[in-house]
């Protein structure tokens, strides 16, 4: 859309755009149609199921892999190869499928949100399809529609405009079409233009169409969107940094063997298949599957929690998260206006039970006011005969339509016994005057029997100026406007939108009934509404900072609406929160910027392209930050996030597609289930990567203590792979599924900056290397000084080793809790699993063709119990380890 496009005159955009008011030809609108394409926006690109596929080979880690592979294969190690390439074949196969069905299932939840429009072609209305609209089509709008184009209104007849998807405003905007608007107006303030893809709640109005497509100011958030790479999650951060240094790591310790091996006078050939196997001992091959299936896990959980993930790396990305801005409408709030209070002269407010559109619930009294309900029902029979909304029951199910605010007063009529149709029978509407924004007020002239009876609703001043009394009872008496402005205030600052009520007598012909006969009228009260909030959010939000997540609120709303419902949230207490577009704006350098948004729990009146300026200066501070929103204004900001959050029931299409995760049912508190869930995902990868590291670490050691003291290989590549991928590729599969240990939302987000190898890792690492290397050598020197062939040595070594890898995985199930205590029924399939890889290795030391591949042979019964003894004290140590961890007091 063109700037300042708001500020023209309807005439000189007709003349813009060559047009008039009786609409284009249909060969023009074919021409034009061809030279500025169809009016829809690009849809996101589906990736195919082999273009998934060879995805997953993309990762630092898999590429040393490939290479470990090539170099196994180049030597004539076919079976390194092999067994390589089968891990990396099951890896892509697993997360390949897992990520196209999150992808089709994203998919199911898009909706059409725009199929038809009505236009003047050839000087005659014509329905067509949206995507056929074209600039200077004379478009026509009515209640119901959703505007298919930027249109520059030519007239308006009480049309009101639901804009939440842009702005976030949950109320409705009255348009005009004679609006005299500034060129800074924000998007909400434009009263002449309504924009693609709002929807029209009540009244008509005509207008020319200036902007389709990517030009309108929906497809501007969606160029926002297009093309830009989003953060990435914090699992993929931290594993690139962790096979970095891995990467490093190999290549010097296969440098240094390698150089120890040629000074001891060892042939190159020789040299070269040590360092091969040395590699393949380093290398966690069975990471890259343990670790695909640990998000599979993840996004079956998260699914049982009603949260889908898009893409499979996003799963433990809210576990990780330190900052949560979220949007209000639709997302802590439902977007369904509702009369919460009503405040008669000289009394109280009246609570009005239950929210929604449904009409549920009642409106309470206070014991001892029930002369007070007379009062109520006269001000609810006001409410509902000024209306244009309607709420009907239709096959057990109540429809509405209309303004927001028209169907929320029908409702709370209806709790007070009040309906609009069973009203009109006796009394008959006569006349009406509709709502203006200039006007501030609506009223309704009806029959009342001999008489007749008029209804006023608008803001407070406009309908206190028509009022001389007010309705008590003991009958009418003297206004107090002071009484009912303090009354009005308390609501404001509350948090709610005030609208006062009246009626009165009126000797008027309908066709003469005008603003001179709304005078004398008698003030009913005043009626307080709100968007609710979601049931949940409140404990959700509280749950967030229980578990250390910072939680922001960013809105289109009042700076005064928005911190009154913080506080309901617990989200702010004080102003000094709240910070207001006008101040992003002003606020032209990064450091002030910055400062105004670290301290900030609420934003309010924020534009989109400012909401994805938050994000970025909040991931600048050093947080991995996370947005949940539902409108289409949101989708920038849920792109550029580390993981982006939308609401799938109430969410729009391009908010969807922005996102990572989704979620279901538009709860709030689904997404403390995904952050337990995250760091659930995000601890077993911890316990999958320790697990395959520290016996890779003793693997290591083991070959440096042989080469230094000059003994030969220990074990065979072979050997080497059957013990990483096949016996404990087992078992890493299984401790995936561990379940949470239960204090998950109970400690603070791991720091950004923190790698995934960190203080107790290594501290396991070193210990287990410590323990299985050191002992290890200690066996394979004992067995060849006693007599054992080289052969035997190195089977006696693999079923130590074996027996150390089922020890170890059990360790690895907490860093903290001791092995005692947990029970090893709550996995069972890693009972299974371990077992397994036992007697998979027994069995294969009696199976011919796979001993003879493997260099195995049976152990005898002492034989097995000592080595069985032996790895057991790897698990003490472990203990002791634990212990000292519990004293210090180190979560988990």
């Given at each position: 859309m063109k700037p300042h496009r708001h500020t023209v005159s309807p005439a000189d955009t007709l003349a813009e755009h060559a047009t008039t008011a009786a609409g284009l030809s249909t060969a023009e609108a074919v021409r034009r149609l061809a030279v500025h394409g169809p009016n829809s926006?690009?849809?996101?690109?589906?990736?195919?199921?082999?273009?998934?596929?060879?995805?997953?080979?993309?990762?630092?880690?898999?590429?040393?892999?490939?290479?470990?592979?090539?170099?196994?294969?180049?030597?004539?190690?076919?079976?390194?190869?092999?067994?390589?390439?089968?891990v990396l074949l099951v890896n892509a196969l697993v997360g390949g499928i897992q990520e196209y069905n999150a992808q089709k299932s994203a998919s199911a939840l898009a909706l059409l949100s725009i199929t038809r429009a009505l236009v003047l072609r050839d000087g005659s209305e014509s329905e067509i399809a949206s995507e056929n609209v074209v600039?200077?089509?004379?478009?026509?709008?009515?209640?119901?529609?959703?505007?298919?184009?930027?249109l520059r209104l030519l007239g308006s007849q009480s049309l009101h405009i639901d804009e939440s998807l842009l702005t976030g405003e949950s109320m409705a905007v009255t348009k005009d079409a004679n609006a005299a608007v500034a060129a800074s107006a924000g998007l909400g303030d434009r009263r002449n233009m309504t924009l693609a893809g709002t929807m029209v709640t009540r009244g008509r109005g005509r207008g020319v169409c200036v902007a389709t497509g990517l030009h309108t100011e929906l497809g501007a958030i969606a160029k926002i969107v297009i093309g830009r790479e989003g953060a990435k999650p914090p699992l993929l951060v931290r594993m690139e940094r962790f096979t970095r240094m891995l990467s490093v790591l190999i290549g010097v310790a296969c440098a240094l063997v390698a150089v120890a091996a040629l000074a001891r006078g060892m042939p190159a050939s020789e040299v070269f298949m040590l360092a091969v196997a040395l590699a393949v001992a380093a290398i966690p091959e069975g990471l890259p599957v343990a670790l695909t299936v640990a998000l599979a896990i993840g996004v079956r959980r998260m699914s049982a929690r009603r949260v889908i993930v898009r893409k499979l790396a996003a799963v433990e990305a809210l576990g990780s998260c330190t900052f949560i801005a979220s949007d209000k409408t639709g997302t802590l709030t439902r977007n369904e206006l509702t009369v919460e209070r009503i405040v008669l002269p000289g009394a109280p407010p009246l609570v009005v039970t239950s929210t929604g559109r449904q009409p549920q619930g009642e409106v309470q009294f206070p014991a001892g006011s029930e002369n007070w309900r007379p009062l109520a029902q006269r001000l609810a029979r006001a409410a509902a005969l000024c209306?244009?909304?309607?709420?009907?029951?239709?096959?057990?199910?109540?429809?509405?339509?209309?303004?927001?605010?028209?169907?929320?007063?029908?409702?709370?009529?209806?709790?007070?016994?009040?309906?609009?149709?069973?009203?009109?029978?006796?009394?008959?509407?006569?006349a009406a005057i509709a709502f203006e924004s200039e006007r501030q007020y609506a009223a309704t002239l009806h029959a009342d029997g001999a008489g007749q009876l008029v209804c006023v609703k608008g803001a407070l001043e406009r309908v206190l100026a028509m009022c001389t009394r007010q309705a008590a009872a003991a009958g009418d008496e003297p206004l107090d406007a002071t009484a009912i402005e303090r009354q009005a205030?308390?609501?404001g600052a509350a948090g709610y939108r005030v609208m006062a009520i009246a009626d009165g007598a009126a000797t008027a012909a309908a066709q003469d009934f005008g603003h001179d006969n709304l005078r004398e009228l008698v003030f009913l009260g005043l009626v307080a509404t709100i968007d609710p909030l979601r049931q949940d959010a409140a404990a959700a939000i509280?749950?967030?900072?229980?578990?250390?997540?910072?939680?922001?609120?960013?809105?289109?709303?009042?700076?005064?609406?928005?911190?009154?419902?913080?506080?309901?949230?617990?989200?702010?207490?004080?102003?000094?929160?709240?910070?207001?577009?006008?101040?992003?704006?002003?606020?032209t350098e990064g450091s002030a910027r910055a400062a105004l948004i670290s301290g900030a729990r609420v934003f309010a009146r924020v534009e989109p392209a400012q909401k994805l300026q938050i994000v970025t200066a909040l991931q600048n501070l050093g947080h991995f930050v996370a947005v949940t929103g539902d409108g289409a204004?949101?989708?920038?900001?849920?792109?550029?996030?580390?993981?982006?959050?939308?609401?799938?029931?109430?969410?729009?299409?391009?908010?969807?597609?922005?996102?990572?995760?989704?979620?279901?049912?538009?709860?709030?508190?689904?997404?403390?289930g995904g952050i337990e869930e995250g760091r659930i995902a995000y601890g077993n990868v911890r316990k999958v990567v320790t697990l395959l590291v520290s016996t890779g670490a003793a693997e290591i050691l083991l070959f440096l203590l042989a080469t230094a003291f000059g003994t030969p290989v220990p074990l065979l590549a072979v050997q080497l792979l059957w013990?990483?991928?096949?016996?404990?590729?087992?078992?890493?599969?299984?401790?995936?599924?561990?379940p949470g240990e239960g204090n998950e939302l109970k400690h603070r987000p791991r720091p950004p900056g923190e790698r995934i190898f960190n203080r107790p890792m290594i501290e396991t690492v070193l210990l287990t290397a410590l323990v299985m290397g050191g002992i290890g050598f200690g066996v394979f020197q004992w067995m060849l000084a006693s007599g054992y062939t080289e052969y035997a040595a190195r089977n006696g070594l693999l079923m130590l080793m074996v027996l150390f890898e089922n020890i170890q995985v059990g360790n690895c199930r907490s860093e903290t809790r001791s092995g005692l205590t947990l029970n090893p029924l709550r996995n069972w399939l890693l009972l299974a699993g371990t077992i397994g890889a036992q007697l998979l290795h027994v069995a294969a030391t009696y199976t011919p063709g796979l001993r003879d591949v493997l260099r195995l042979q049976p152990v005898t019964l002492s034989e097995y119990a000592l080595w069985l003894a032996l790895a057991l004290v790897l698990f003490a140590a472990i203990e002791v380890l634990k212990l000292f961890r519990r004293l210090q007091g180190r979560e988990t």
């Open positions: 926006l690009p849809q996101g690109r589906r990736k195919g199921l082999l273009l998934i596929f060879l995805g997953q080979f993309k990762s630092p880690l898999i590429y040393v892999l490939l290479a470990a592979a090539v170099v196994a294969a180049i030597v004539g190690d076919w079976e390194d190869g092999l067994f390589i390439g089968i600039p200077g089509d004379i478009v026509l709008l009515e209640t119901g529609m959703r505007v298919p184009a930027d209306n244009e909304g309607s709420l009907l029951l239709k096959d057990s199910i109540w429809t509405h339509r209309g303004d927001a605010v028209d169907v929320s007063l029908l409702v709370m009529a209806h709790k007070l016994g009040s309906n609009r149709a069973e009203l009109e029978q006796r009394f008959a509407p006569l205030h308390e609501l509280a749950a967030c900072a229980a578990a250390g997540v910072a939680v922001a609120m960013v809105t289109g709303d009042h700076p005064v609406t928005a911190l009154a419902i913080a506080r309901k949230l617990g989200l702010a207490k004080t102003a000094q929160e709240v910070v207001t577009g006008p101040q992003l704006a002003r606020a204004n949101d989708a920038p900001a849920l792109r550029q996030a580390n993981v982006g959050v939308a609401m799938g029931a109430s969410g729009t299409d391009v908010a969807r597609e922005s996102a990572d995760l989704v979620i279901a049912d538009d709860a709030f508190g689904s997404i403390v013990l990483n991928l096949v016996t404990n590729g087992i078992q890493d599969v299984t401790l995936a599924f561990e």
